[in-house]
């Protein structure tokens, strides 16, 4: 059963002169999720839901199965969406710091390309309207923390989308969903004692009542975008533009958001264009935020901009036969303001993850989500049920305990659940993929544990 549907009806600017027109230029729309697990979406192997909406793009166009956040953090990672840079460059290398001063970002690369630029929904990076003047749309909620946000609203999408004929627009639709708390869902669709559990979690009744909270959010964000899709259709305008679909960092769960895991990092990256997009592909290749900015300027005809990180991956939506844009995927992590100073540094590519804990010595803690007095929410309910579970014990310990160097074959184990950093066998890998980290970081001018300070 499906819940939570979102009723369309078409509104009297959807249904005027618009509707059926096709413009000359091509328009953009880029839906950004909120700490979605890419696990739960059906086309990526999701077992708990269908998501019918969001995998229509799959079947529609291409699925890129290698995209990652350089940081599974909200406001470093849509800046770095933004302005195509690494956290290090534009300067929000924490969670909520500002970019720096001066910077330009996409509204200012696709006005001077002729588009309208607008954003609905969450807002993050805030405060700072010279670097991110984006028009504001109506219609989506902003606060991603609010207790049960009321349900989005097409409204505002489709003004914005049919206002003018004659200049294409680029549109960032930013869903809250699935941020915590999970409440905005009607989670009596999902069964907590069939949920399948990732295999990363302490399996226990708080922690499946919590994931069919969490699974509800996802229903709700998969309504969001087949209201938006409506939207195009209603307006003529779909097949005219180019839908991209971004999964933002894993949830706010141990070895989700706030760390350099797999299940933090590894991101959603669908794109629908039939005009150039083969239906129904899927590509490996390496991908990253930082790369969406370069690809946008590249669709709407500007010219590559060399001081960007990131780099166009048009080619590789278009299907150009080995089309590959990156060697390596990179992610950064400090930890400050969620907890003490504890900076990661990682860097992967297509099979292995190698993952440098610099103030390992210490344990890891994050205020948000490691609350122990609560035995009702999550973590608290892990250390209660550790306490007679011998992996429950050991899947908290092994979270909390780091060590300095951690490797991960994503082939043979994709939950990274066995670290392969200490065997002989993987000494060259190891050192290889540290050398290219250490040279990343210096080209970042990144100073390691002296960026997750307090200033």
């Known amino acids: 059963m499906i819940v939570n549907k979102l009723i369309w009806i078409p509104s009297l600017v959807c249904s005027a002169a618009y509707a059926g027109q096709a413009r000359q230029r091509p328009n953009i729309l880029v839906f950004i999720a909120d700490d979605l697990g890419t696990n739960e979406i059906g086309c990526y192997g999701g077992e708990n839901l269908q998501t019918p909406n969001i995998d229509r793009l799959a079947q529609e166009g291409i699925q890129l199965t290698n995209n990652f956040c350089s940081m599974a953090v909200s406001v470093p990672i849509r800046a770095s969406l933004y302005t195509g840079l690494y956290p290090q460059h534009h300067g929000s290398f924490r969670n909520h710091k500002s970019v720096n001063r001066g910077l330009r970002s996409v509204v200012h690369y696709m006005t001077d390309l002729g588009y309208r630029v607008g954003r609905a929904g969450k807002d993050h990076p805030v405060r700072q309207p010279k670097v991110f003047p984006f028009e504001v749309i109506p219609g989506f909620a902003v606060n991603c923390t609010a207790s049960h946000p009321p349900v989005s609203t097409p409204d505002g999408i489709c003004e914005f989308m049919s206002r003018d004929s004659s200049q294409p627009f680029c549109l960032f639709v930013c869903s809250i969903n699935t941020h915590a708390p999970w409440d905005s869902g009607d989670a009596s669709e999902f069964n907590p004692d069939s949920v399948h559990l990732p295999p990363n979690c302490v399996d226990n ?13 996802i229903r709700m964000l998969d309504n969001e975008v087949g209201m938006t899709l409506r939207v195009l259709e209603e307006t003529g305008q779909l097949d005219n533009t180019l839908v991209i679909f971004l999964g933002e960092q894993g949830p706010k769960m141990p070895y989700g958001k706030w760390t350099c895991y797999r299940y933090g990092q590894h991101s959603a990256f669908l794109a629908r264009y039939p005009r150039k997009i083969k239906a129904g592909s899927v590509s490996d290749a390496l991908a990253q935020y930082e790369d969406v900015l370069p690809t946008l300027i590249d669709f709407a005809g500007g010219a590559p901009i060399d001081t960007l990180d990131g780099r166009s ?45 610099l103030m390992h010595e210490r344990p890891y803690s994050e205020k948000h989500m490691m609350k122990a007095e609560n035995t009702n929410d999550m973590w608290g309910s892990w250390l209660v049920t550790a306490q007679t579970d011998e992996r429950a014990s050991w899947l908290i310990d092994r979270f909390v305990h780091r060590p300095a ?37 210096e080209r970042m001018g990144d100073t390691g544990i002296e960026m997750d300070v307090i200033e």
């Open 313 to 357: 991956l048009l080619p590789i939506l278009y299907g150009k036969k080995k089309a590959q844009v990156r060697e390596w995927a990179y992610g950064i992590h400090n930890n400050h303001p969620e907890g003490p100073a504890y900076p990661i540094r990682s860097i992967q590519d297509k099979r292995y993850r190698f993952i440098m804990n």
């Open 205 to 217: 009744a708080v922690t499946r009542r919590m994931f069919c909270d969490y699974l509800a959010e």
């Open 405 to 441: 160097e951690e490797l991960y074959d994503h082939e043979t184990d994709p939950w990274e659940l066995h670290n392969l950093a200490g065997l002989p066998e993987y000494a060259i890998r190891v050192a290889e993929m540290k050398e290219a980290l250490l040279q990343w970081m």
